[in-house]
């Protein structure tokens, strides 16, 4: 697979299915490179049924479909400015989903296309949120990444669905995917080994979120719009797992090593 290479890294986050703690992850990356002094840009491409915005309490007057829009009736006149681009805090930025599912089938991908390579420019690292379907739209976010993470859970029907997702990468091609094993989401889910699950999806874990992460009073924190905000209230052995996790992170869009294989 060709990346198209520009000034930021692409990372887009995806899952096989729904449930796994896919947009909380593009959060805690989020949160990770922006406070190391990176210029992030959160993408929403979850088009039907994107969270984001409201995760982060935002007030999003224009989305990704008006800006798509706008470009294809010749009315972006100052690029992709402010009026498209949300400033969320230091050094984050978020580019909403559509509003109105409706709109998603309006989203043009050549345009998509055009906003990426031209993103790669202004930030340093652009974190692409999508759903679980393999739509064109997912795809098209694909090939333009520099790396596809694929978050997953220990839950039989989501493994069995990352196997399939780990064959199509393979039989295309694909040498950038990361596995990013979700400890997290559910406490309770623990039957299959690390080891069980390469065994069955046939390829290594490459990082674990550690169950230590795990978000007690998640809604109390989402209707405070503190969710953005992962350092503020982790404390103990979370905060120091979310550390170690951050750094595994940092050297994942410095193309370092450090692959994290953890019997959580």
Do not use: W
């Not at 982060?56 to 681009?85: Q, S």
């Not at 990361?178 to 039957?191: F, M, P, S, Y």
């Amino acid at each position: 697979m060709e990346i198209k290479k520009g000034k930021g890294k692409i990372l887009t986050i995806t899952s096989m299915k729904g449930g796994v703690g896919k947009t909380v992850t593009v959060m805690m990356l989020a949160d990770i490179f922006s406070r190391c002094g990176k210029k992030v840009l959160v993408l929403d491409l979850d088009l039907y049924n994107g969270n984001l915005a409201f995760a982060y309490n935002a007030k999003v007057k224009n989305t990704i479909y008006n800006l798509c829009d706008d470009m294809a009736n010749n009315r972006l006149k100052e690029g992709i400015n402010k009026d498209y681009v949300l400033h969320l805090k230091d050094n984050l930025f978020l580019i909403a989903a559509p509003k109105d599912p409706r709109q998603a089938n309006k989203v043009d991908n050549k345009y998509l296309n055009s906003i990426l390579n031209s993103l790669t420019f202004a930030y340093d690292v652009i974190l692409i949120d999508t759903n679980h379907i393999l739509s064109v739209h997912n795809m098209m976010a694909f090939e333009n990444s520099d790396k596809i993470i694929n978050v997953m859970t220990n839950d039989s029907f989501d493994i069995q669905s990352t196997k399939n997702f780990v064959a199509i990468c393979k039989n295309m091609g694909v040498d950038n995917l990361v596995l990013l094993l979700n400890n997290a989401i559910d406490t309770r889910k623990g039957h299959y080994t690390n080891y069980d699950i390469k065994n069955i999806i046939k390829k290594n874990i490459d990082y674990t979120i550690p169950s230590s992460l795990y978000i007690k009073d998640f809604d109390q924190i989402v209707i405070d719009g503190k969710l953005g905000n992962f350092n503020d209230y982790l404390k103990g052995e979370a905060k120091k797992n979310f550390e170690s996790f951050s750094m595994h992170m940092l050297g994942l869009i410095e193309d370092k090593g450090g692959k994290v294989d953890e019997k959580d």
